[in-house]
């Protein structure tokens, strides 16, 4: 094993350790072994801050306010556009776009209804809220009934379902059922990623290419409430509130807490894509699947990678 002597700045690209200066040096399989990266184990990815590992220190003063700004890419994979229903708007900049049809919801006025909304996406999540709408009610997810919550917009991630009702006791007009990505650095490249559809009030007059609507207003006396969020907390000045599963309460008739109390367990997958100039090495808790370059069962001895526990 190495010692504090032999301590050496590696950089981790397209599968293997580097070191941070010559990525033209290749250490052996065996070198490789003795390598230790941050958490301990060799095979696993490493999160550098401002492209540096270990992170940059911060120094701190007694009673100071310290402002961290933390900006993260979801992958090497870029987002452009979304759909719902099949149907849906491409922007090539933040206001314009290719006047694509949009799929449209006729509602009657002062009704009541149920959107089922799933998302199909493969890696980002989408924030989902209608147009000059600060209250829908989220009644059900996964097809587990749950009791009404009123919030502004939702948080979907690949792969949930999550049902929400909606009033219609707005003006009659159209409004713009819209799902934007999470991500903040598309407004600084003058990009919208987002998918569209149309929810039309059938006494009103049609537009089938409506323009692009503005966020929701949330204001300090009249905070934003935000289902389903992956983080705790938005920026002070957003005047959003965070909500997650543990503010929600079951109603559905055929959970019972009591079966599995103290009897589950909850196993967690961290997919991780990092997507490393060009190549996108997905592990899964830091594993990867890498096939064999032989017949592993009858050339066993000549398998390149060995996990120790196959």
């Known amino acids: 094993m190495m010692n504090e002597k032999d301590k050496i ?3 981790p690209l397209k599968g293997r350790f580097w070191l941070f200066n010559n990525t033209n040096k290749q250490y052996t399989k065996e070198e490789e072994k003795e390598f230790i990266s941050a958490d301990g184990y060799g095979s696993r990815i490493v999160i550098a801050i401002n492209r540096r590992f270990p992170c940059p220190s911060i120094t701190a003063y007694e009673n100071q306010k310290i402002i961290v700004h933390m900006r993260a890419k979801y992958s090497g994979f870029h987002c452009y556009s979304g759909l719902i229903n099949g149907k849906g708007r491409f922007y090539s900049s933040l206001t314009t776009h290719n006047q ?3 799929t449209k919801f006729d509602v009657e006025p002062n009704s009541v209804y149920r959107f089922r909304v799933k998302s199909a996406a493969t890696l980002y999540p989408f924030r989902i809220y209608i147009q000059e709408n600060n209250a829908i009610r989220i009644v059900a997810s996964d097809g587990f009934e749950i009791k ?17 009702i909606l009033t219609t006791d707005k003006v009659s007009r159209k409004y713009l059922l819209i799902a934007e990505t999470l991500e903040k650095e598309p407004e600084f490249r003058n990009q919208y990623h987002a998918a569209q559809a149309i929810i039309h009030y059938k006494d009103a007059s049609e537009n089938l290419d409506p323009p ?4 929701n207003t949330c204001t300090e006396q009249n905070k934003c409430k935000i289902f389903n969020c992956p983080f705790l907390y938005y920026p002070k000045s957003d005047n959003r509130i965070c909500l ?4 929600v309460t079951s109603v559905d008739p055929n959970s ?5 109390k103290g009897k589950t367990i909850e196993p967690f997958y961290n997919f991780v894509f990092p997507g490393e100039n060009n190549f996108f090495p997905g592990s899964i808790n830091g ?3 890498l096939p064999p370059t032989v017949a592993a069962y009858a050339e066993w001895d000549n398998v390149e990678q060995n996990c120790g526990k196959c």
């Open 9 to 11: 700045l590696l950089v």
């Open 100 to 102: 694509a049809p949009l």
């Open 287 to 289: 594993h990867q699947f």
């Open 244 to 247: 997650t599963w543990n503010d």
């Open 256 to 260: 019972n807490i009591n079966d599995v």
């Open 148 to 164: 009404p919550m009123e919030v502004e917009s939702l948080i979907i991630h690949p792969g949930e379902r999550i049902d929400f």
């Open 212 to 215: 692009k609507a503005s966020r």
